[in-house]
């Protein structure tokens, strides 16, 4: 997988248009999964763009509905 298809949590939440800690509460409610995981409370996340595109596509019908 090219690293280039990784987003950080700074961009996944940019691109979703939520704030990062908005993202983190998504995560650990299982509505989107992080590709990567650094240790420890502060571990870093990464996001597959792929994973992304789908949520933000969700998240739009979402709020058509």
Same mark, same amino acid.
């Given at each position: 997988?090219?690293?280039?298809?990784?987003?950080?949590?700074?961009?996944?939440?940019?691109?979703?248009?939520?704030?990062?800690?908005?993202?983190?509460?998504?995560?650990?409610?299982? +509505?989107? +999964?992080?590709?990567?995981?650094?240790?420890?409370?502060?571990?870093?996340?990464?996001?597959?763009?792929?994973?992304?595109? /789908?949520? +933000?596509?969700?998240?739009?019908?979402? /709020?058509?509905?």
């Amino acid at each position: 997988m090219p690293n280039a298809e990784l987003l950080t949590t700074a961009q996944a939440a940019r691109e979703l248009n939520v704030h990062r800690s908005t993202l983190t509460r998504m995560v650990q409610d299982g +509505k989107i +999964k992080s590709a990567v995981r650094g240790e420890g409370i502060r571990g870093g996340m990464f996001f597959r763009a792929s994973e992304i595109r /789908r949520a +933000k596509s969700r998240m739009q019908s979402e /709020r058509a509905a």
